[in-house]
């Protein structure tokens, strides 16, 4: 399990879902500038939708295999609606205002939302099990790949196939791209600009559902707190790539899922690195490389908001 192969497998894995939450955090920004700093709770939330699905919706000993596409919509409709809502009542009021007032309210939102599910969602102050694929692991010469693995090496290509398809092909996308480059002369060219944003936080809740789900399959919990970690492992996967371009947001999750994994795996075996390996470590070594990508290339390793690249 400590080989190469594996550990790179394990990077991959790991980058894979923060690149699926990352592209939320750049969609919105290359659209309205805005960080939006919820968009962990809204991965938290898509998490606890899915698992109510199973617990409450579909009758018990349902097959997983069954119930995992009835989860991927509950959870996705769950986050949707909540980014969604957020948007209309949160964000745009404050759309012209300074770009302090909508970064506290996103803060504030985020609180809001963990707090909400803290305190209202049944026995969520401990962490909750969450429903298992009775298959697997499955094994690739040295490497094995558990059912929660599969799951993400999967979704994560079909669901970036999926977006680019969408923004290079219909309308809709090409609009979206418009927006992002000029948002003033889009509306003045017909484009319903609101609409544009709220799909952009659409589709960026509903990639936060996936990798929650992902999240949940790998880890074989969820729980109220989340959002926490993984939004700001996300958020700066989003920064590594170049904040508003959606390839970037997904490189720069493999890049800091690979050097995430192999920093904590393999950094003690260095002489008088002892100390500094581990699971422990890993946000340590994760911001150590955002800090040296941005200081050789601010712009982010693809580029910052590139709308012909959207």
Not at 141 to 152: A, H, M, R
Not at 158 to 184: E, H, I, K, N, Y
Request: a neutral charge; proline letters at 4%; one cysteine or more.
């Amino acid at each position: 399990m400590n080989t190469l192969p594996q550990q790179l497998a394990n990077g991959l894995f790991l980058g894979s879902m923060y690149g699926l939450i990352a592209i939320g955090y750049t969609m919105v920004y290359g659209i309205v500038q805005l960080i939006n700093f919820a968009h962990g709770e809204i991965f938290m939330t898509g998490g606890f939708g899915a698992l109510t699905v199973y617990l409450y919706v579909l009758p018990d000993g349902t097959s997983m295999w069954i119930a995992l596409p009835a989860m991927l919509i509950g959870g996705g409709l769950v986050s949707v609606l909540i980014a969604v809502g957020a948007e209309r009542f949160a964000y745009r009021p404050l759309r012209g205002a300074p770009r302090l007032a909508p970064l506290i309210t996103a803060i504030g939102l985020s609180l809001a939302l963990q707090q909400a599910v803290f305190n209202w969602y049944p026995d969520a102050k401990t962490d909750r099990n969450f429903p298992q694929i009775d298959a697997g692991p499955w094994h690739l010469g040295s490497i094995s790949i558990s059912s929660g693995s599969l799951f993400v090496i999967i979704a994560a290509p079909l669901c970036m196939a999926a977006l680019a398809f969408f923004v290079r092909l219909s309308r809709t996308g090409r609009a979206m791209q418009a927006t992002a480059q000029d948002p003033d002369t889009a509306q003045l060219m017909g484009i319903d600009t609101n609409r544009i944003i709220v799909i952009a936080f659409a589709i960026g809740g509903f990639f936060a559902a996936v990798a929650a789900v992902a999240y949940g399959l790998r880890y074989g919990q969820i729980k109220y707190d989340m959002g926490f970690q993984m939004g700001l492992k996300a958020f700066t996967a989003a920064v590594l790539g170049g904040i508003g371009n959606i390839y970037g947001a997904m490189i720069g999750g493999l890049v800091l899922g690979l050097a995430e994994t192999l920093a904590t795996s393999y950094i003690d075996e260095i002489p008088g690195m002892q100390q500094l390996g581990g699971g422990g470590w890993s946000s340590v070594w994760a911001f150590v490389l955002l800090i040296l990508v941005l200081l050789f290339r601010p712009q982010g390793l693809v580029g910052e908001r590139v709308a012909d690249r959207a």
